[in-house]
């Protein structure tokens, strides 16, 4: 399926020069504003075209296109391309989709990123999506057991890597994605949902401290 | 300074976690006495562990010769008494607090003054197993992960009483047989449990919440981070009755609501949908091969 890129700003699913950003054509009915999360709502309402993909970052889909008791829901979709921190983005795109978003805009979506090779799933427009969701309050735990001393750092990943095959532990994967920006994720949850696991850890919020005042580790 | 270990005994031997438990120290040279309650069920027991063998042969792992010799080294009985010649008695029976407690202070009465009792639990307190077993420095916490025979991680947790020679002996022991320990406060589901089951339970509540479904979770979780089995495909695997029980064990004692059991799963038990051993739990199941969401 043909899609035409717009780009409103720095991309984190798909970088400068990526055969999926080479691959666009200059007018296709399905439209995908890169970057779209860096400027909210500045996207083009087109209900001409088959389909209008917002990139995501922490934000919901309702941030750009304005909610309606429910009602919300047209050619718009988001997605994101998940990513830990600055590490290469995963072959996973999340769709986001509000409550009356037709299905055909769905299926032209994913026919889009399912061309390019990557792995399509569905999501409420609900903060976290799926993989936020579910992995912050976990990571949030594993900050918090390290700090209680229930095991090491190297303990708790190596008992995540033999006991649930996981190739990497929770402490590893959450430094490297960049505690401060869990700090951000959580944050966001945490406003969203108000239930305690999704509030920062301790440690999440001395790295959020000490980047405000320039002293990045 | 570190006890010798020569013989090891299996309490639970009948089932699936004690059998695996007796496989690793037979396979690693220690005479292993196998206890159960009924004979059949070890029977039944000896019978996996023999084809578990028989395979480890065929596949070159080992020869015959040695797969003799290590069945030579492990014996049954529905005797408790027969293991007062261990020195390290490890249990996998019901995981029930007064089930552990008064199986410890049977062992008491029966073992040498010197053997080391060690708890398999997953959920429970080192200390409040031990507590009144008449040995409480003689106890430590062992949890294995299934299947036993195959995975080489060791949950190893001292006991608030637990000695230090206790403890280093056990954790001499997981060496020698092959494993890999790892040092783990007495906390309710140590490292793996702690984790696992709030996060679970999280996946549930995104179910129940309309946030995706099973399918494109177990997807999103796979692809996205590299997890061998989606969670939804795990809690069928594990059992939702199994994933209830674990709630009702932590959340009393956590008061963690990420402990709690969602509502959801409450409502799927209920229904009779355990899972892969109903054929229905996320997903549904035929002649035990998966075939949608």
Redesign the interface.
């Known amino acids: 399926m043909k899609y035409s890129i717009v780009k409103i700003g720095d991309s984190r699913s798909f970088a400068d020069g990526d055969a999926f950003i080479t691959g666009a054509v200059k007018e296709a009915n399905v439209v995908i504003y890169l970057g779209a999360f860096l400027s909210p709502g500045s996207h083009q309402v087109d209900e001409t075209k088959q389909a209008i993909l917002i990139e995501l970052d922490t934000e919901c889909l309702g941030v750009h296109t304005g909610e309606s008791a429910g009602e919300e829901g047209g050619n718009v979709i988001g997605f994101a391309r998940y990513r830990n921190g600055d590490d290469p983005p995963a072959d996973l795109v999340e769709l986001v989709r509000q409550p009356h978003t037709a299905q055909s805009v769905i299926d032209a979506a994913r026919e889009v990123f399912e061309g390019a090779g990557l792995q399509v799933v569905v999501s409420a427009d609900q903060a976290g999506r799926i993989i936020d969701r579910l992995v912050r309050p976990k990571y949030n735990a594993a900050l918090r057991f390290l700090d209680e001393g229930l095991a090491s750092a190297k303990d708790m990943d190596l008992t995540c890597r033999l006991g649930l095959g996981y190739p990497d532990g929770p402490i590893e994967r959450v430094e490297r994605g960049d505690l401060a920006r869990h700090y951000d994720i959580t944050q966001s949850l945490f406003e969203t949902y108000g239930t305690p696991g999704f509030a920062p850890a301790r440690r999440a919020i001395v790295a959020h401290e000490r980047k405000r005042r320039g002293k990045e580790d | 300074m570190t006890q010798v270990i020569k013989t090891v005994g299996v309490c639970g031997a009948g089932g699936t976690m004690g059998a695996g438990i007796a496989i690793v120290a037979a396979r690693a040279g220690f005479e292993t006495v196998s206890y159960d309650l009924k004979q059949e069920t070890l029977e039944r027991a000896a019978s996996q562990t023999a084809g578990f063998f028989g395979k480890s042969v065929e596949r070159g792992k080992m020869s015959g010769v040695e797969r003799d010799t290590v069945l030579a080294r492990m014996s049954t009985t529905t005797d408790l008494g027969a293991l007062a010649g261990c020195d390290l008695v490890i249990e996998a029976v019901f995981e029930e607090l007064g089930i552990k407690q008064q199986l410890f202070r049977d062992l008491n009465g029966v073992c040498a003054e010197h053997t080391i009792l060690a708890s398999n639990t997953s959920t429970l307190s080192i200390t409040e197993i031990a507590s009144a077993c008449g040995r409480e420095d003689r106890v430590v916490g062992m949890h294995f992960?299934l299947p036993a025979q195959l995975?080489?991680?060791i949950?190893m947790s001292p006991g608030m009483n637990t000695s230090q020679q206790t403890f280093d002996t056990a954790w001499a022991f997981a060496e020698q047989a092959g494993q890999?320990p790892?040092?783990?406060?007495d906390?309710p589901g140590?490292?793996?449990n702690?984790?696992?089951v709030?996060?679970n339970n999280?996946?549930i509540r995104?179910v129940e919440?309309?946030?995706?479904?099973p399918a494109?979770?177990d997807?999103?979780?796979k692809?996205?981070?590299?997890?061998?089995?989606g969670?939804c495909e795990l809690l069928d695997l594990i059992g939702l009755d199994t994933q209830l029980r674990l709630c009702e064990a932590f959340y009393p004692v956590t008061l963690?609501?990420?402990s709690s059991a969602p509502p959801l799963l409450r409502r799927m038990v209920a229904a009779g949908h355990l899972g892969r051993k109903s054929g229905r739990g996320f997903f549904t199941y035929e002649n035990k091969a998966m075939f949608g969401g």
Do not use: H, N, S, W
């Not at chain 2, 692809?223 to 089995?229: H, I, N, Q, S, V």
């Open positions: 992960c995975m080489k991680l949950e890999t790892v040092k783990t406060q906390k140590f490292i793996l702690a984790l696992l709030p996060f999280d996946v995104a919440a309309g946030v995706a479904t494109d979770i997807a999103a979780i692809t996205a981070l590299g997890y061998k089995m969670p963690d609501v990420r």
